[in-house]
């Protein structure tokens, strides 16, 4: 499987000059996916050089560069970055590169369930190992909680609606595939909207899934830790709720974006935005890839 066919990199370039690449140094690329940044970060690198890879889909493993020595792949949640780095012995890493999006490669795969696209089983998992799929969560979750994810996740303004009316629908049959869940909520949103809120409730379902806010959230507290001075934190985002993390651990070392000061009034902060605007695609790389519309890349260096 190439990396045309899994997705193409979205902001390859800008995120991987972001890094600002030691060629003897230690790096991690969280979201290995279909190897496109990690091989970009590698050309960059000295024989001496190391980078790390995740991904907790074994899907991605058909990615990995043939004898590559300088690459060590672990197939896990990024989430577990921590612990990871201290079973291979490494106290400090010299930059991180995060590109928070889902594949085309998982929209694309109908057994998956990301996509109303096609008719699947609503599935979901990033790991299919994982035991909560989208199915469980739509047929099982109190109303209250599936109003909670859909307000929460998907910022959608009818949630307590939609989880009404699916617990309603579920109670005469469980609803098991995308396109029932689809039909089902489609009929709650004006026509020509219809398209895109549907999308948002998909969003919020694979972000219960998949617990991707903790474990966002508890990616970037350990890799503001194991940053070395002068170390970089490059993470691409998609929708609001992810970049609002990002942006706030940039600036304040907490998911929460509150500064703490010290008893003179300086701010105590371990990381420094690169710049006040983020970086966006630009509309070469818009028109070639609609993946990457939405993307916004942040970029931070450890103080």
């Known amino acids: 499987m190439s990396d045309a066919t899994y997705h193409i990199p979205v902001l390859l370039t800008e995120s991987v000059d972001g890094l600002a690449i030691r060629p003897s140094g230690t790096y991690v ?41 300088r690459l060590t792949f672990i197939r896990s949640n990024f989430r577990y970055l921590s ?15 995060a590109d928070l999006g889902v594949s085309s ?14 008719d699947s089983p609503l599935d979901m998992r990033m790991n299919k190992s994982a035991r909560l799929t989208a199915a469980d969560v739509v047929n099982e979750y109190s109303e209250q909680r599936l109003a909670d994810i859909f307000y929460l996740y998907g910022e959608l303004k009818n949630a307590r609606r939609l989880a009404a009316v699916l617990v309603k629908a579920r ?56 940053l070395s001075p002068g170390g970089r934190l490059s993470v691409i985002t998609y929708h609001s709720l992810e970049d609002r993390i990002v942006k706030n651990i940039m600036k304040s070392g907490n998911a929460e974006g509150q500064v703490e000061q010290d008893f003179f009034g300086r701010t105590d902060t371990p990381l420094r935005a690169m710049s006040n605007k983020v970086v966006t695609p630009s509309a070469e790389e818009q028109a070639s890839n609609p993946r990457s519309r939405s993307a916004k890349l942040r970029i931070a260096e450890k103080k």
């Not at 590698?42 to 004898?67: C, H, K, T, V």
């Not at 490669?105 to 096609?118: Q, V």
């Not at 995308?178 to 999308?199: H, M, N, S």
């Open 29 to 69: 690329d969280v979201t290995f996916g279909g190897g496109g940044h990690s091989r970009e970060i590698l050309r960059w690198l000295g024989p001496d050089g190391r980078l790390f890879a995740f991904d907790q889909d074994g899907d991605s493993e058909r990615n990995i560069p043939e004898g590559e020595h």
């Open 171 to 226: 109670s005469a049959a469980p609803i098991q595939t995308t396109q029932q869940l689809a039909g089902i909520v489609a009929k709650l949103f004006p026509r020509e909207r219809e398209k895109k809120e549907v999308t948002k409730v998909f969003q919020a379902l694979r972000i219960e899934v998949n617990h991707e806010m903790s474990a966002l959230q508890e990616m970037l507290l350990a890799a503001t830790s194991l």
């Open 83 to 97: 612990n990871w780095m201290r079973f291979y012995e490494i106290d400090h890493i010299d930059g991180l590169l």
């Open 105 to 118: 490669h998982h929209f694309d795969d109908e057994s998956r369930g990301f996509s109303f696209r096609f």
